[in-house]
């Protein structure tokens, strides 16, 4: 359940790590709109707050409004963005196991398993900060210092604001990178998909990318971002044929079913950025034999079945990617945020546009209507602008 607050306190920082951020442009997410429709399979409620109610968001540019004794990277007027993993670290607790291994998306304090601990008390809980209840929906929202980086001054907030998705495909491929010859095939061209397209192609220049779109609109912002080619939105059987048409694949008609790419040519890597029971039974349907499915895209609602029969049969391995943290590129440990700032800052022309609408926050209703309806409205990223 949603409801728009005109009484909401100014949230304070009670820490010496803590930063409060005034919000400047904050971008809906999907899961945002999956959260207000309470469209999430049981499982998503690992990731739930047990606070309520707490302001949502996760994707914010913002202004540093105060700022805790202790934090030392960042100043007050400094312009940020926001990572929604809120780490131990961040806190200021003993690593758990999944940060003593670098994992910071699958910190325990995400899905607030703690110690209880006074520490932890005083913070009112372990998963108190950060996930998809960020706050940035909010004017003033209060977070770690270790959350946010510095924006280049060069890099204006429309794109700022695509940090957060980009860090989302930057991690799929990073942690899964195409190999140079590799044809990669990207499932949907909402913000994720785009951001996967536009994550290979700095990765892996050389790789060729075919991307699955629904709208003009979308194949045109795909090709922007370095997808060769975009197939767009037909029946299963036609997409099924133009996919195995473009990288040879070899098509075989079951008895019963949809044909099936099979053999070891066809999309060597397939990144689903939608993640329904549907897009992941396309991607067992069309990847070659002894290839990669990336599973990024949450779409939340429960899973229908996958014909999971094929992924024995190709040998195919189904990989799952979940927000980002800490990347290893070239060799060398990089903080996801710090290096889509760093490619968006480089390359400004090639993500211009892609914030489609900005709404004032109390025209709320607007913005989460245009943002649901995208082939209506031609949104890609939706977001609220509070200097308006
Ligand atoms: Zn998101
Ligand atoms: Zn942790």
């Not at 082939?375 to 977001?383: D, L």
Request: with cysteine; charged share 20%; proline share 4%.
């Amino acid at each position: 359940m949603i409801e728009y607050r005109t009484d909401w306190e100014i949230p304070e920082i009670s820490h010496s790590n803590q930063i409060q951020v005034k919000s400047r442009l904050s971008g809906i997410c999907t899961s945002d709109l999956h959260q207000i429709d309470v469209n999430l399979p049981y499982s998503a409620t690992i990731l739930a707050k047990k606070i309520n109610p707490i302001p949502m968001e996760h994707e914010v540019v913002g202004e540093i409004t105060q700022i805790g004794e202790d934090v030392e990277s960042l100043e007050i007027g400094d312009r940020v963005v926001h990572s929604p993993v809120a780490y131990c670290e961040a806190y200021g607790f003993e690593p758990c196991p999944s940060c003593q291994h670098g994992h910071h998306e699958s910190c325990y304090a995400i899905v607030e398993v703690g110690d209880g601990s006074n520490l932890e008390e005083s913070y009112g809980g372990r998963g108190r900060f950060g996930g998809f209840s960020g706050g940035g929906f909010s004017e003033y929202f209060v977070g770690f210092a270790k959350q946010f980086t510095n924006v280049p001054d060069s890099l204006p907030d429309e794109l700022a604001v695509l940090s957060e998705p980009f860090a989302v495909g930057l991690h799929a491929a990073a942690k899964n990178p195409p190999d140079t010859n590799d044809t990669a095939v990207v499932i949907g061209a909402g913000i994720i998909g785009l951001m996967i397209v536009a994550a290979v192609r700095h990765i892996a220049p050389d790789c060729r990318i075919i991307t699955l779109a629904r709208y003009p609109f979308q194949a045109e912002a795909a090709k922007r971002l370095g997808s060769h080619e975009v197939i767009m939105e037909a029946t299963r059987d036609e997409t099924y044929g133009l996919v195995a048409e473009l990288t040879e694949g070899t098509l075989l008609k079951p008895r019963l079913g949809q044909r099936i790419l099979y053999g070891n040519t066809g999309p060597d890597i397939i990144y689903d950025s939608i993640g329904t029971g549907a897009t992941l039974d396309d991607a067992l349907h069309l990847v070659r034999s002894n290839g990669r499915i990336i599973a990024v895209g949450m779409a939340f609602s429960e899973m229908k079945k996958p014909d999971w029969a094929i992924q024995i049969y190709k040998e195919i391995s189904v990989i799952g990617s979940m927000m980002h943290g800490v990347e290893t590129m070239d060799g060398e440990e990089v903080e996801s945020m710090e290096k889509v700032l760093e490619i968006l800052n480089a390359n400004q022309s090639m993500f211009e546009g892609l914030v489609t609408h900005k709404y004032a926050i109390d025209d709320y209703k607007s913005a989460f209507q245009t943002s649901s309806h995208k082939g209506k409205t031609g949104a890609i990223k939706v977001a609220f602008d509070f200097s308006q």
